[in-house]
């Protein structure tokens, strides 16, 4: 796992017009906005595409990294192992799961869900803490365009900087 890490936190950003989508995460972009607008029909198609296309696109760069592949399994929320973990990296990096987050905000907290329902739409954390399939998580705070490395590490790392808001909620002191 430390190779892993060591390779993700080689890169402090990247730029997303060094990224071409394969069909896999054009398959995957597609699959989670009908599943978004099936859980919110009142979503807006376009923020829905934009939100998971600029998601897809930190996914497919780590699974690159890592010579992987990001996963576009058919989720079965009966089983964790179909959608705890984004990009399961290559043999010579121990095909690591790793979980890939975005915060898309110019916000400076970074807010967290940490429960089993996520009804706040907050970057949630709760499959990664609390199933311990993905390995290592990624987390990179971008504007759609350029991608901030904030964070590699593991469920050890990360729960070190979950902290109470003093108004509701959790966010990650990074």
């Known amino acids: 796992m430390f190779k892993t890490i060591s390779k993700l936190s080689s890169i402090s950003s990247f730029n997303s017009s060094d990224i071409i989508l394969n069909q ?3 398959d995957k972009i597609n699959s989670t ?3 978004s607008l099936s859980k919110n029909p009142e ?3 376009n923020s829905a595409l934009k939100r998971c296309t600029i998601a897809q696109t930190a996914e497919q760069k780590v699974a690159e ?3 992987g592949y990001n996963t576009n399994f ?4 009966n089983d964790p192992y179909s959608y705890s973990f984004d990009v399961l990296a290559g043999f010579e990096f ?3 799961r790793i979980e890939v987050k975005t915060h898309q905000s110019n916000s400076r907290w970074i807010t967290v869900n940490i429960d089993r329902h996520n009804k706040n739409n907050y970057m949630n954390l709760y499959p990664f803490l609390e199933y311990g399939i993905a390995d290592v998580i990624v987390i990179y705070k971008t504007d759609g365009i350029i991608f901030n490395n904030v ?6 790392d990360i729960k070190q900087l979950i902290k109470k808001s003093n108004y509701s909620g959790w966010y990650l002191n990074i």
């Open 94 to 96: 121990y095909n690591t």
């Open 43 to 45: 979503r807006d198609y």
């Open 24 to 26: 896999t995460s054009i």
């Open 151 to 156: 964070f590699v590490g593991n469920v050890n």
């Open 65 to 67: 990294l890592l010579n």
């Open 33 to 35: 906005v009908a599943y």
């Open 74 to 77: 058919d989720i079965d929320y």
